[in-house]
């Protein structure tokens, strides 16, 4: 597995039904640390590797969990090699958010107006006559800032003139897209499909919703079952995913509304990838995991099983992760609960490495024969793990369930 830190559960868990799984992360500077080479030494059934090409005849299966690694992808394919991942052509859609505004109008799909700005001060120029949007920025920016509403400039000027400082010399040149909100004036839910692609879209995936940053609700369905304004955008874009070499998990963002009373879904955003969440429960949701990866890799046809109908996670941060290392206490046998990222294991004490790339330390998972009972035991699982400035969203799943009453009053809720 090539990863960059934040998969290093997926790899435990294809562990537990192939033997040992070899975890390559980059982590070579002008002057290298320890803090991303450790990443992945000594956690259980994992043999990290420091030389990616050693080897690569005996290797079975190359799984890129992540986004990002599309020409390396390409040219181990080109060799006839079997790869799970997302090629160059597919991870365009969503490393650069105006190439997706570009096939989602050649698809005749929905999407919020937006225009583009050249550089901070043009931003800010537009900023102060154009209140209530939203910023986004490409990929090369996301280590710094994620898509942000101003509701207008007095409000929001803290924030843009540290995103100035953060940009340094490169403010001028970064290119910044501000949308307009996808139903002024009215009250939206956001949805999303979590589904695997390799040609098709698999038979059966995740159909949920997220609260960014602090939890996911969702339910395994068969692909046919998806409620009919989600299926409009995914069979849109089912022959761009096609072209695009597409042969790993991916989801969906989309903000759904009424338009003249009709429901219509707009694509916001494509995670061309595992997304964080739900990484978690589709990787313990599945019960035949490997099999999935390997037969995807190799555009085989492949039928996910999944343990129980219903999933949730709750995302746990740490307040002083990103500055030290943190030491985590969590007893092993529950790592099938709780999926620790961006760690590794020294002795017998497990530690969270810094990597100033945000505060997640884990996904807390649950399952269950419905919604509240997953609920309910993603709650018990945030209680197997502590560590210093452990911090969660108590009341996540109650904001959640106002969200998804008003997504059922459309038709796109979990039972429609």
Not at 219 to 239: G, H, S, W
Not at 358 to 369: A, M, Q, R, S, Y
Request: charged share 30%; aromatic share 12%.
């Amino acid at each position: 597995m090539y990863d960059k830190g934040l998969f290093i559960h997926i790899a435990q868990r294809l562990a537990e039904d192939v033997g040992t799984m070899e975890y390559f992360s980059p982590y070579e500077e002008a002057f290298t640390r320890p803090h991303k080479k450790r990443l992945g030494e000594g956690v259980p059934g994992i043999n990290r590797i420091y030389h990616f090409f050693e080897n690569i005849d005996d290797v079975d299966l190359f799984i890129f969990p992540d986004v990002g690694m599309g020409d390396l992808i390409n040219d181990l394919r080109e060799r006839g090699k079997r790869v799970y991942g997302v090629g160059l052509e597919g991870q365009q859609i969503e490393l650069v958010r105006f190439e997706l505004k570009k096939i989602l109008k050649q698809r005749g799909l929905f999407s919020a107006p937006y225009v583009e700005k050249d550089g901070f001060d043009k931003l800010v120029a537009h900023l102060m006559n154009n209140p209530d949007v939203y910023v986004k920025v490409n990929d090369d920016c996301r280590g710094i800032v994620e898509s942000f509403y101003v509701k207008d400039f007095k409000s929001a000027k803290n924030k843009l003139y540290k995103l100035a400082f953060d940009l340094d010399c490169f403010a001028e040149t970064t290119p910044f897209m501000v949308e307009q909100p996808i139903f002024p004036g009215k009250k939206g839910v956001e949805m999303g499909d979590d589904w695997s692609f390799a040609n098709d879209y698999l038979p059966f995936g995740c159909y949920g919703i997220e609260r960014k940053g602090d939890s996911y609700g969702g339910r395994f369905i068969p692909y046919e079952k998806l409620p009919q304004p989600v299926r409009v955008v995914t069979d849109a874009m089912r022959p761009v995913f096609k072209r695009g070499d597409v042969r790993s998990a991916r989801s969906t963002e989309i903000r759904f509304g009424r338009i003249d009373g009709k429901v219509v879904g707009s694509f916001g955003d494509a995670c061309q990838r595992f997304g964080c969440p739900p990484s978690g429960v589709i990787t313990r949701g599945y019960s035949n995991l490997p099999e999935i990866f390997y037969r995807m890799a190799g555009l085989e046809p492949v039928v996910p099983k999944f343990t129980k109908e219903y999933c949730a996670e709750i995302i746990v941060g740490g307040s002083s992760v990103n500055d030290e290392a943190v030491e985590i206490f969590l007893d092993e046998k529950h790592m099938n609960r709780v999926l620790l990222r961006q760690y590794c294991k020294i002795g017998d004490q497990i530690f969270r490495v810094p990597q100033k790339d945000g505060t997640l330390v884990c996904e807390c998972i649950g399952f269950g024969d419905s919604l509240i009972e997953a609920q309910q035991q993603a709650r018990e699982s945030v209680e197997l793990v502590d560590f210093e400035g452990k911090t969660w969203q108590v009341d996540t799943f109650d904001e959640m369930d106002g969200e998804l009453e008003r997504a059922s009053k459309m038709g796109v809720g979990l039972a429609s």
